[in-house]
């Protein structure tokens, strides 16, 4: 299955899957498309924390929002219609970005190992896990 051809009507269409064109909507669909086939998002949150370059204990949907709407950002807020348009357009945005690059550039061990590497170079970073 060609998921960036799938994900692009569902983006242009939504109400064609039954969804309201929400943000929320949409990352609770891939969510559940994830469930079913783990890969599909295999390296997706590694991804987005090296695009993002912080937010390594965050969830990828709260990455994507961060990265839609970064001046208006608070997870406890509903987004406006505006924001939720940004967010929205922006979570298509870097899923094809993300899927092409994982098609393009060895897959998600790649993305992995990319993330990894991000991870050792902050000074937070203890390979041990100490504190």
Do not use: C
């Not at 692009?8 to 909507?25: A, I, V």
């Amino acid at each position: 299955m060609d998921y960036r051809e799938l994900f692009d009507k569902l983006h242009r269409r939504p109400g064609m899957f039954g969804l309201d064109g929400s943000f929320g909507q949409f990352t609770a669909f891939l969510q559940g498309y994830r469930m079913a086939d783990a890969r599909l998002l295999d390296g997706w949150r590694e991804w987005l924390v090296i695009q993002f370059d912080a937010g390594n204990n965050l969830t990828w949907q709260a990455l994507a929002r961060r990265l839609a709407t970064p001046e208006e950002y608070s997870p406890l807020l509903p987004l406006d219609d505006v924001q939720n348009r940004a967010a929205s357009d922006t979570l298509f945005r870097l899923l094809d970005r993300f899927l092409a690059e994982r098609e393009s550039s060895g897959g998600a061990s790649a993305i992995k190992a990319a993330h990894q590497a991000w991870m050792e170079r902050q000074s937070w970073y203890r390979p041990d896990g100490s504190a």
